[in-house]
């Protein structure tokens, strides 16, 4: 009785059926699939669940090619992705920024890419990338570039520069609004103190606006880099991991894993073993805002 009269109980009451949502949804799902990643566990034996193997799993990962191969290819997307779509969307708030008329259209706009969802923008990549009836393999035969029909898809190189290019143009617009939202927050005195000083554009862009921009930079990076360590969707849309595995992330690899090979419970161990990659740009990044942060004179 006396928790129901103290000043706590209201709120706490209000959040219980919240909390415990979130236990049935999260916390033993999360719970369920660590323990299966200590067991031989297949999808098609169900008495395997009981099977203990202990650290099996995770010391058969250490000499899997395949998981290490993904692995690699993961860590490269995502450097590359992310690379680009800062450059891209930095680029493109600039340009907005600077625009006196039209602006709310273009944000508009701008937006556009990131309301379809992954599983849609796969579809529309793999058709435009088609070999016989591809937007690309169309437009390069209608300009007479060449004759030949080119199998984007089927190609190891040209297969995940498709998929690079889905990806990058999907995202791009969160670079974009996150940055251009820092530009507009952005006080004008320096800058135009810097001008009165004779510094020239880059001058102040590189000593002034960059340096103010990074905390939204940092902050966009560790939102996306979760994102694209995750990615699954556009992969097993356009490729499905192939040809011969050489577009095969690790989340296509886990799934193929546990739903196809059923090996659920080695499946659990990659996704436990890959989540270490999620945690590391995470804390890299928000080490490299705290930082950001204290240049610019924040509390870190």
Same mark, same amino acid.
């Given at each position: 009785?006396?928790?129901?009269?103290? *000043?706590?109980?209201?709120?706490?009451?209000?959040?219980?059926? #919240?909390?415990?949502?979130?236990?049935? @949804? =999260?916390?033993?799902?999360?719970?369920?699939?660590?323990?299966?990643?200590?067991?031989?566990?297949?999808?098609?034996?169900?008495?395997?669940?009981?099977?203990?193997?202990?650290? *099996? %799993?995770? $010391?058969?990962?250490?000499? /899997? =090619?395949?998981?290490?191969?993904a692995f690699g290819r993961t860590v490269?997307?995502?450097? @590359?992705?992310? %690379?680009?779509?800062?450059?891209? !969307?930095?680029? +493109?708030?600039?340009?907005?920024? &600077?625009?006196? #008329?039209?602006?709310?259209?273009?944000?508009?706009?701008?937006?556009?890419?990131?309301?379809?969802?992954?599983?849609? =923008?796969?579809?529309?990549? &793999?058709?435009?990338?088609?070999?016989?009836?591809?937007?690309?393999? %169309?437009?390069?035969?209608?300009?007479?570039?060449? /004759? @030949?029909?080119?199998?984007?898809?089927?190609?190891? @190189?040209?297969? %995940?520069?498709?998929?690079?290019?889905?990806?990058?143009?999907?995202?791009?617009?969160?670079?974009?609004?996150?940055?251009? #939202? !820092?530009?507009?927050?952005?006080?004008?005195?320096?800058?135009?103190?810097?001008?009165?000083?004779?510094?020239?554009?880059? $001058?102040?862009?590189?000593?002034?606006?960059?340096?103010?921009?990074?905390?939204?930079?940092?902050?966009?990076?560790?939102?996306?880099?979760?994102?694209?360590?995750?990615?699954? /969707?556009?992969? &097993?849309?356009?490729?499905?991991?192939?040809?011969?595995?050489?577009?095969?992330?690790?989340?296509?690899? +886990?799934?193929?894993?546990?739903?196809?090979?059923?090996?659920?419970?080695?499946?659990?161990?990659?996704?436990?073993?890959?989540?270490?990659?999620?945690?590391?740009?995470?804390?890299?990044?928000?080490?490299?805002?705290?930082?950001?942060?204290?240049?610019?004179?924040?509390?870190?």
């Amino acid at each position: 009785m006396r928790f129901f009269r103290s *000043r706590l109980s209201p709120p706490l009451l209000l959040l219980m059926p #919240a909390f415990v949502i979130i236990a049935l @949804v =999260v916390a033993l799902p999360l719970l369920f699939s660590l323990y299966t990643s200590f067991t031989g566990y297949r999808l098609v034996q169900p008495a395997s669940l009981w099977q203990w193997v202990g650290w *099996r %799993n995770y $010391q058969r990962l250490l000499t /899997d =090619v395949d998981f290490w191969w993904a692995f690699g290819r993961t860590v490269v997307f995502l450097t @590359v992705a992310l %690379n680009l779509e800062l450059v891209i !969307g930095l680029g +493109i708030a600039l340009l907005i920024d &600077k625009l006196t #008329a039209g602006q709310r259209i273009i944000r508009t706009i701008m937006m556009f890419p990131m309301m379809f969802s992954p599983i849609l =923008v796969g579809f529309q990549f &793999k058709y435009i990338f088609n070999d016989n009836v591809g937007l690309v393999n %169309n437009a390069i035969q209608s300009l007479g570039w060449s /004759d @030949v029909t080119i199998p984007w898809l089927v190609n190891p @190189v040209t297969a %995940n520069l498709a998929i690079l290019m889905a990806e990058v143009w999907m995202s791009t617009p969160i670079f974009a609004i996150l940055l251009l #939202a !820092g530009l507009m927050a952005m006080p004008r005195d320096p800058i135009e103190a810097a001008k009165v000083d004779g510094c020239n554009p880059w $001058q102040v862009f590189r000593h002034i606006t960059l340096p103010y921009l990074m905390p939204f930079v940092y902050i966009a990076m560790a939102i996306r880099s979760l994102d694209v360590a995750r990615a699954y /969707d556009m992969v &097993k849309i356009m490729t499905n991991g192939g040809p011969a595995g050489r577009t095969e992330l690790l989340w296509t690899l +886990i799934a193929r894993t546990g739903y196809q090979d059923a090996r659920m419970g080695m499946a659990n161990a990659m996704s436990y073993a890959s989540i270490l990659l999620s945690v590391y740009f995470t804390v890299y990044f928000f080490r490299k805002l705290a930082a950001a942060r204290r240049t610019m004179g924040g509390v870190a």
